[in-house]
């Protein structure tokens, strides 16, 4: 069983395409976050949702917007991607008031 | 805001040998944790060992253990008995005590940025 998971693993597009991430956990969790990793393998974090609820937006550009349909889910929708935007997205997910995070797979973003 | 530093952008070892990788860290706040994060070719991040501040007691995870000196804002990663298998990025992060933290500091893991290791047969 996959605790938390990602799809898709890999995603090539062109510039100016719209597109999704989606993740997955199935540990109960109910804080979920989106983190990137560039290119010198430097991993920020960009979002978390609790509960559904937005608790951290970090300056990111409005170009991404994150959606919590549920505790379990937490998808990253990208609008009218860049060249910038290339790089490894990761999920990830803990218990409120608990420091220990689990992470997804990650997807690789190419924008050509 | 919180800081984390890996000073060494690169390490190699020998296999069976012992390696010890650099973290430095800047924070105002009293209680929080601290992470080394292994991320082999497979791109998979996997906690290694953690490390709650209020505790004066080193972490050990099997051939891991960690360095920890508060004072200092200095927390090293010491492998023994190195494996072909912990060839990997291996990255140091921070966290703020979940339990005190809300609004924007909740949650937010501060990566360092990272240190390959290669282990050598």
């Known amino acids: 069983d996959t605790a938390v998971s990602q799809t898709p693993k890999y995603l090539v597009t062109q510039m100016g395409n719209d597109k999704s991430i989606k993740c997955e956990q199935n540990?109960?969790?109910?804080?979920m976050y989106w983190y990137k990793q560039d290119s010198k393998k430097f991993l920020k974090i960009m979002f978390s949702y609790n509960n559904k609820e937005l608790i951290i937006n970090e300056t990111v550009p409005n170009r991404f917007s994150p959606k919590s349909p549920d505790k379990a889910h937490l998808n990253l929708h990208i609008n009218s991607l860049e060249l910038g935007d290339s790089a490894v997205y990761f999920c990830a997910s803990s218990q409120y008031r608990f420091y220990e995070q689990y992470f997804g797979p990650g997807t690789r973003l190419t924008v050509t | 805001a919180q800081t984390v530093t890996q000073s060494q952008p690169e390490m190699s070892v020998q296999e069976a040998e012992t390696v010890t990788l650099s973290c430095t860290y800047d924070?105002?706040?009293?209680?929080?944790?601290l992470f080394w994060y292994k991320q082999p070719p497979s791109r998979q991040m996997i906690l290694v060992i953690r490390?709650?501040?209020?505790?004066?007691q080193n972490a050990t995870e099997n051939r891991f253990s960690v360095n920890f000196q508060k004072a200092a804002k200095s927390f090293s990663l010491k492998i023994s008995d190195s494996q072909l298998g912990d060839t990997a990025m291996y990255f140091c992060?921070?966290?703020?005590?979940?339990?005190?933290?809300?609004?924007?500091?909740?949650?937010?893991?501060?990566f360092g940025q990272g240190t390959i290791l290669t282990v050598h047969p």
């Open positions: 992060a921070f966290i703020p005590d979940p339990s005190n933290a809300g609004g924007t500091s909740y949650g937010k893991l501060t």
């Open positions: 540990l109960g969790h109910d804080t």
């Open positions: 490390q709650e501040a209020y505790k004066q």
């Open positions: 924070t105002s706040e009293s209680n929080y944790y």
